[in-house]
Nanobody, 124 residues
């Protein structure tokens, strides 16, 4: 199971930190990703991190503002979001690519399990 939390309402320029707690599977040997979906739009890739945290990747739209990290001792992945913009408003989902210790995937179909999503709303 993946349980995302940390969403909320924030003003433009503010910050939020999302968390995704993972249970039931081998978190420490899996890469993890964050995706988001705004109303009327398709789900889009935000960021991903390799199984050991050694590699990360970001969508161009969030590069330099968002930081993904993980704590394998706590089975949790984080997404620190700074300098938030109204266009960042969306439901944010964490996803697990079980057992992937290779290349990070940036498409939704590459991920096996998904959390329930947490709403992020950025007001202007």
């Amino acid at each position: 199971q993946l349980q995302a939390s940390g969403g909320g309402l924030v003003q433009a320029g503010g910050s939020l930190r999302l968390s995704c707690a993972v249970s039931g599977r081998t978190f420490s040997s899996s890469s993890m990703g964050w995706f988001r979906q705004a109303p009327g739009k398709e789900r889009e890739f935000v960021s991903a991190i390799s199984w050991n945290g050694g590699r990360t990747t970001y969508a161009d739209s969030v590069k330099g503002r968002f930081t993904i990290s993980r704590d394998n001792a706590k089975n949790t992945v984080y997404l620190q979001m700074n300098s938030l913009k109204p266009e960042d408003t969306a439901v944010y989902y964490c996803a697990a690519d079980w057992g992937n210790t290779g290349a990070i995937r940036t498409t939704a179909r590459g991920y096996d399990y998904w959390g329930q999503g947490t709403q992020v709303t950025v007001s202007s």
